[in-house]
């Protein structure tokens, strides 16, 4: 299955499944949890037929025969032992009369029996679900296309769904915290190429993190992932943690999650033990107990708490200690105030500063968190940096880089992620970074124009069984003609010029229709057209998102040779500059890279002024009363001094 076809998979699926919802009386919330199980469930059952052959050949023959074949069997194979009653067909094929949620929780307590990393992770709360809508869901995820799917499929489904429940608000009171948008993940992942040894997350949330280096792992090595990496994450919140071991076991990657505090317990003891960290921790975390004797002894605290009610600078110290010296490396996301935070925190930093490790920071813009608008930034430390930049820090501001997703969710492209990872190898001194850069650009437009030949072939086949207009006929022959993918050219247009003459051409045809007088002949007319706007429509909708890709990959490749034309790194105003240390701490340390990199004025015109205004405003509003009650405090207490 390719990824066009996992795409549209996966977006029929959760499009069925979310009209199952809002059809019922649940919350997203609600339903968040037993649909991702039933993701699993389908999933388990693929696995378990795939391997069902491999491991019944792989048993020796005995005096008495084969015996049976156990769980360690079919782990061995990359599967879980199906006992028959937790099996997805016995379930699809259960009769009307019998309790389907009963049956759906026996599933669920069968199969954590049979995989320990689960126990007690599965819902089992389907009792509180309509009949109806249980069965339709178990259809939705029986059909055809899900039954065939083999590999990574089930892992994309699953991390699909995630996404959509997390734009949903789905778990509000956690803020979001379950799910890193993907882009912000994979530019942390491509950054710090976690290929091999411990890899820690100490705010896991989902897993997300461990499920992109699984794919970093299968792309960029020969190794198998479980022998190439181990994971561990800790995550505080209970739901967090089991939707966490979840993903880990669908993409088939073995992992320690441990459920725990971060800010009281370090249960994987790993102070500088780490080759990766990879994390995006909650922002501005507030009422920790500093005074804590766990805190105050924390050897992951060298340069001990900031006076001020945050946790950003207790997650930086903590992220900087796990790393093995001078190897290991992290990325991090962290709210945008913490880059220029004062007092303590401006001492911490400055610390920080020093020991030289902090090797990239770059700025993130509005909206890519589907629960909050706010900027963030990216932190990336290496403690074995290359001795040319042991003295400087790449500055990086991409907050004039992203698409918009929608209104209110920007996101990175597949090119801007290619763009912006070549700044980072030519900071770093590959010498093929841009070439590189430029068989990527190549490869994503050959995929998505190869996915708008395929709608483009289903179209004409179509349109040919319903008409035979010459005009109409060539005009599809000229759209499916090969292009040849070598430049950054706006190619885009020689598929969009033939399919806008088609269009026009039934246009005409329905404005000549007023003025036939041959009825026969104009109600057949307009059944022709009515069919070749059925036709276009479907095609439309099939082939937006391939058409938008291919004009934003084409945009993205032109930035590129825009940037760089001669394979070497430079400065570009209002992007990105490599800052030496003195210009840092001649900036008081402050380590926002709109300090350095200058301006680059943005014409986005859909930015949404006034939603951003009107929360600046809450925020402006929100500090004067508490400004007003510091200072009523304030001459409280200087009379009480003066009695």
């Given at each position: 299955?390719?990824q ?13 499944a979310?009209?199952l ?14 649909v991702?199980?039933?993701v ?6 693929n ?33 879980m032992?199906l ?12 009769p009307?009369?019998e ?6 929780n026996?599933?669920?307590k ?7 990393s ?16 249980l ?16 590999g990574?499929?089930?892992?994309r ?22 799910f890193t948008?993907?882009s ?19 705010a ?7 499920v ?13 992932v ?18 966490a ?15 725990a505090?971060?800010f ?8 500088e033990?780490?080759d ?6 909650p ?13 105050k002894?924390?050897?992951?605290l060298?340069?001990?708490?900031p ?15 796990y790393?093995k ?16 935070a004062g ?10 500063v ?11 813009g ?8 706010l ?16 003295d400087?820090?790449?500055?990086i501001?991409?907050?004039n ?8 969710v920007?996101?990175?492209?597949f ?11 030519l ?11 430029i ?12 996915a ?28 499916q ?16 010029e ?6 026009a ?10 003025d ?11 059944e022709?057209i ?16 391939f ?5 934003q990959?084409?945009?993205d490749?032109?930035?590129l040779?825009?940037w760089f ?28 890279p ?23 405003n ?21 009379k009480?001094?003066?009695?």
């Amino acid at each position: 299955m390719n990824q066009q076809q996992i795409k549209q998979l996966e977006k029929e699926l959760w499009d069925a499944a979310d009209a199952l919802r809002s059809n019922s009386k649940l919350t997203a919330a609600e339903y968040k949890d037993p649909v991702l199980g039933l993701v699993l469930l389908r999933f388990a059952q693929n696995k378990f037929d795939e391997a069902k052959p491999i491991v019944e050949a792989n048993i020796p023959e005995s005096p008495r025969g084969k015996r049976l074949a156990t769980a360690e069997d079919f782990a061995a194979a990359g599967a879980m032992l199906l006992p028959e009653l937790a099996q997805y067909d016995h379930l699809a094929n259960l009769p009307e009369s019998e309790d389907i949620a009963d049956a759906i929780n026996n599933a669920m307590k069968l199969i954590e029996e049979v995989n320990t990393s689960l126990l007690g992770n599965l819902p089992k709360n389907y009792q509180e679900f309509e009949p109806s809508l249980l069965r339709d869901l178990i259809r939705t995820f029986n059909k055809d296309a899900i039954k065939k799917a083999t590999g990574d499929v089930f892992g994309r489904i699953y991390e699909y769904f995630l996404m959509k429940f997390s734009m949903q608000g789905a778990g509000a009171q956690e803020g979001g915290e379950f799910f890193t948008p993907p882009s912000l993940v994979q530019f942390i992942v491509n950054y710090i190429e976690p290929d091999h040894g411990i890899i820690h997350d100490p705010a896991c949330g989902s897993g997300g993190m461990f499920v992109q280096t699984g794919y970093f792992v299968k792309s960029h090595t020969n190794a198998e992932v479980n022998e190439a990496i181990k994971v561990y994450g800790t995550e505080q919140k209970s739901n967090n943690t089991k939707l966490a071991k979840i993903n880990l076991a669908i993409h088939g990657i073995e992992g320690k999650i441990e459920e725990a505090n971060s800010f009281y317990a370090d249960p994987h003891d790993l102070f500088e033990k780490c080759d990766f960290v990879m994390a995006n921790p909650p922002f501005n975390v507030k009422k920790i107990d500093m005074e804590k004797e766990y805190v105050k002894t924390d050897r992951r605290l060298p340069w001990k708490t900031p006076k001020a009610d945050n946790g950003n600078y207790l997650w930086v110290q903590y992220f900087h200690s796990y790393l093995k010296p001078n190897k290991g490396r992290a990325g991090f996301v962290m709210a945008s105030s913490t880059t220029d935070a004062g007092h303590t925190e401006a001492d911490i930093r400055a610390k920080l500063v020093e020991t030289k490790d902090v090797d990239c920071i770059v700025s993130v813009g509005n909206n890519f968190f589907y629960t909050r608008s706010l900027p963030c930034h990216l932190w990336f430390l290496d403690k074995g940096k290359r001795s040319e930049n042991a003295d400087k820090v790449l500055m990086i501001d991409a907050r004039n880089v992203f698409r918009k997703v929608t209104t209110t969710v920007n996101d990175f492209s597949f090119g801007q992620l290619v763009n912006l990872d070549t700044i980072k190898h030519l900071y770093h001194g590959k010498t093929d970074a841009v070439p590189n850069a430029i068989a990527q650009h190549q490869a994503f437009l050959i995929e998505q124009f190869g996915a708008i030949f395929e709608h483009y072939k289903t179209l004409s086949e179509n349109i040919k069984t319903i008409t035979q207009d010459e005009k109409i006929l060539d005009c599809l022959t000229e759209i499916q003609n090969p292009i040849n993918v070598q430049s950054a050219d706006n190619q885009i247009d020689k598929f969009l010029e033939p399919s806008e003459k088609v269009m026009a051409l039934v246009e005409n045809w329905q404005s000549e229709l007023v003025d036939l007088e041959d009825k026969k002949l104009a109600k057949t007319l307009r059944e022709t057209i009515a069919k070749l706007n059925r036709a276009n429509t479907v095609f439309t909708e099939s082939t937006k998102e391939f058409l938008d890709y291919a004009k934003q990959g084409i945009k993205d490749w032109q930035c590129l040779l825009e940037w760089f034309t001669d394979n070497q790194y430079r400065d570009i105003e209002g992007l990105c500059k490599v800052v030496d240390l003195d210009e840092i701490r001649a900036n008081d340390y402050s380590l926002t890279p709109g300090r350095y990199v200058g301006v680059s004025i943005s014409a986005d015109e859909d930015f949404d002024y006034k939603t951003r205004l009107g929360e600046i405003n809450t925020e402006f509003t929100a500090l004067n009363i508490e400004a007003v009650g510091l200072a009523q405090l304030i001459e409280n207490n200087n009379k009480m001094l003066l009695k």
